[in-house]
């Protein structure tokens, strides 16, 4: 099979797209001819050895896919060979096959295509837990999404605005704040594209103020941190919940605690992945409730790009320089 494969920490180029050994399913493992790979902001990092999960070589990225089981292991329950299902592999799915365990996957809906489940499962599952239970959405608020464009920051405003919620976007580019008001925005702050000194930071503060209707923001999401963070927080409403989900702009921040007491608010972590492991029967029902979701249309996830699987080392390039919008899906002809 084909493959796209990292054999060391470093520059994208260094990636090649090669055939390798075809994989065997070990216990409990089966084989997913994959049909479609979405792209994450960790391919980026993985492959340059950026990111808190370092595979052994060679490896290949991409963290979630779909695809139709080709061969089955022993042990393995509730699945057969020509099952379509998605998965979670963290790396892996940048290929043609993968050997993934059975407890990974979730059977795909009938009439859902590979690439719609494929792109809803990571980015979708993120934001639903941090916008539910960490950030206790409730009709009325008022949320600001910073890097609201991006897989995460779309799929938080889709789901937002699916419960009524007044959303703020904040976007670098006059394209992106096109894509979020078309995808549902109320309003849209554009931050640039440049880093931002501390007169740039307190004027961003006071255009996220102006947005609000309500003298302040209820939740913040926020995937991106570095030098937009603070000026986010000092947006903040009274007892709001400041969601922390990446740092996909470089730095992580640190933040004055005297603002936290100031506004009475809770800065939250927020990690889906070890959400998952924690509190599997929680997450569950969140993907039950993302499906009802999608199947009812309450939620249209956005794909940008569809590209053959063996251009994934482009679009990881595309991720890190900031130019994917939603979701860029690889597809196995
Ligand atoms: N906590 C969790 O459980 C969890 C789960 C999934 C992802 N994440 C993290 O969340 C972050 C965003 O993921 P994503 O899937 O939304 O990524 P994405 O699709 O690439 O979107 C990220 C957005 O960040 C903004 N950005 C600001 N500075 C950037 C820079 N220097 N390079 C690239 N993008 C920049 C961009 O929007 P603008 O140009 O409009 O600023 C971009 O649209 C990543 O750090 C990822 O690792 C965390």
Redesign the pocket.
């Known amino acids: 099979m084909k493959a796209l494969v990292c054999r060391d920490f470093g520059p994208i180029d260094n990636l090649t797209w090669e055939d390798i050994i075809d994989p065997s399913p070990k216990k409990g493992e089966v084989i997913v001819n994959i049909k479609a790979a979405a792209?994450?902001?960790?391919d980026?990092?993985i492959v340059r050895g950026l990111?808190q999960f370092k595979p052994n070589f060679p490896f290949s990225p991409g963290s979630e896919g779909a695809g139709v089981i080709s061969d089955i292991g022993e042990n393995v329950e509730n699945f057969k060979i020509g099952d379509k299902v998605s998965f979670i592999c963290g790396w892996g799915s940048f290929a043609e096959k993968i050997a993934i365990n059975h407890k990974q996957l979730i059977k795909i809906p009938e009439g859902m295509t590979f690439e719609l489940a494929s792109a809803t499962q990571?980015?979708y599952?993120?934001s639903y837990?941090?916008l539910i239970q960490r950030g206790r959405l409730i009709e009325s608020d008022e949320i600001l999404i910073?890097?609201?464009?991006?897989?995460?920051?779309?799929?938080a405003l889709d789901i937002a605005k699916a419960h009524h919620a007044r959303v703020i976007a904040?976007?670098?580019?006059e394209e992106?704040a096109t894509l979020c008001k078309r995808y549902g925005a109320d309003d849209v702050v554009i931050?640039g594209?440049n880093k931002l000194d501390k007169n740039g930071q307190k004027e961003l503060s006071s255009k996220f103020k102006e947005k609000s209707k309500k003298g302040g923001f209820d939740i913040i999401y926020d995937?991106?941190?570095?030098c937009?963070t603070e000026p986010a927080l000092r947006s903040i409403n009274w007892k709001g919940r400041y969601l922390?989900?990446?740092?996909?702009?470089?730095e992580i921040p640190k933040i004055p605690l005297n603002l936290t007491l100031l506004k009475g608010c809770e800065i939250v972590?927020?990690?889906?992945?070890?959400?998952t492991g924690y509190e599997p029967k929680n997450n569950i029902d969140n993907i039950i409730e993302i499906g009802k979701l999608l199947k009812a249309k309450k939620i249209n996830p956005f794909i940008s790009k569809e590209l053959p699987m063996k251009s994934a080392a482009d679009a990881i390039r595309m991720?890190?320089?900031?130019k994917?919008?939603?979701?860029v899906v690889l597809v196995n002809e």
């Open positions: 792209l994450n902001f960790p980026n990092l990111y990571l980015t599952g993120t837990h941090a910073l890097g609201c464009s991006g897989g995460t920051g779309l799929a904040g976007v670098s580019s992106k931050y594209s995937p991106i941190g570095d937009y922390v989900v990446g740092f996909a702009a470089g972590g927020v990690f889906w992945g070890a959400f991720i890190g320089e900031r994917v919008l939603g979701k």
